[in-house]
């Protein structure tokens, strides 16, 4: 976890904290506001699937659902849902995981993202901070869907900096991994996230050695956390429903707060171009859903949490 502060545009991360389990995950969610953190988990479900499962279609309440559900039914009911669509539509996206070209919330294996959302979103709805957009409360803890690989391809793009195995850490990867950092504390960051990063350097050493990208996954989150404060205005200057507002009028026209959204500059020009994509949930190609691509896409995690931040403003 990241843990930065936000003065105007400059974002100075203070420490990278280990979160290695959801105990301690639902610790860091209790923690007393005012803060703002960027979580790289998937919030939601496909509107489509949980209409599909006779859900209801709130997000509170079919989270709440699948909070009483054991992993291995909640795993099967998806399995069955997937084995009765057709080719092409047995892993639908959200229309935010279309245009962040991520992979679907129903991946079970390989990026077990179906894993994490089982884990996660309980604990958020849990928790009572105010998720946005699936679950605003008065809460002056704010918690939004981030996702670092949409900050990673600014600059590398489909170019793995990560990798869970031995054989895949590779000096390549460290490269990468390097460029990346001297990228965010350029001002290439100020061009994409109208931000300044003061990246102390045993936090940047620590990015750098750390083969799994964790630490610099939590980076990515910081910023897009950061981005998000910035562009509601002076954040530590507004009531809590003030926040909640300006942070709203980041999202697009027609957007389904039930299945969550991911907070970035890009999706925000995305939706804009493509507003067409807002009322499909669709699969991507085969061939890319199913492409091993360390580095891009949602972390792998069953008992482990990673890839956050929290944003003292």
């Known amino acids: 976890m990241a843990v930065g502060q936000l003065e105007g545009r400059r974002l100075t991360i203070l420490s990278l904290e280990d979160c290695s389990d959801w105990a301690a995950f639902e610790t860091y969610l209790r923690l007393p506001g005012p ?39 909640f795993l099967a009911l998806l399995q069955r849902y997937s084995a009765g669509q057709p080719p092409g539509q047995k892993l639908p996206r959200r229309p935010t995981d279309v245009l962040a070209q991520a992979r679907s919330p129903l991946m079970r294996q390989r990026v077990p993202l179906a894993r994490m959302f089982w884990q996660g979103a309980p604990r958020l709805l849990t928790s009572g901070a105010c ?3 699936c679950h605003p409360t008065e809460a002056e803890r704010v918690i939004l869907e981030g996702y670092p690989a949409l900050v990673a391809r600014r600059w590398l793009g489909r170019q793995p900096y990560k990798g869970e195995g031995r054989e895949q850490n590779t000096a390549a990867h460290r490269q990468a991994r390097l460029r990346l950092l001297m990228s965010l504390t350029s001002p290439e960051l100020t061009q994409s996230y109208d931000l300044t990063l ?34 509601s205005g002076d954040v530590s200057a507004l009531a809590p429903q003030q926040l909640r507002d300006r942070l709203w009028a980041l999202l697009p026209v027609g957007c389904n707060p039930d299945e969550g959204w991911i907070f970035d500059p890009a999706l925000v020009a995305s939706a804009h171009a493509s507003g067409s ?7 991507r190609p085969a061939s890319q ?12 995690a069953d008992d482990r949490c990673q890839g956050r931040d929290l944003m003292q403003p």
């Open 35 to 73: 803060w703002l953190a960027a979580l790289d988990l998937p919030f939601g479900l496909p509107a489509a699937v949980v209409k599909a499962l006779g859900w209801p279609a709130s997000w509170a309440d079919y989270v709440s659902l699948v909070a009483r559900l054991e992993l291995p039914s």
């Open 131 to 133: 998720i946005l957009p």
């Open 289 to 300: 859903q199913h492409t091993d691509n360390p580095g891009q896409g949602h972390n792998d």
């Open 277 to 283: 994509l807002l009322s499909q949930s669709s699969d």
């Open 198 to 231: 003061v990246l102390p350097a045993a936090c940047q050493s620590a990015c750098l050695d750390d083969a799994r990208g964790d630490r610099l996954d939590a980076l990515l989150c910081a910023i897009q956390a950061a981005w998000a404060a910035q562009a």
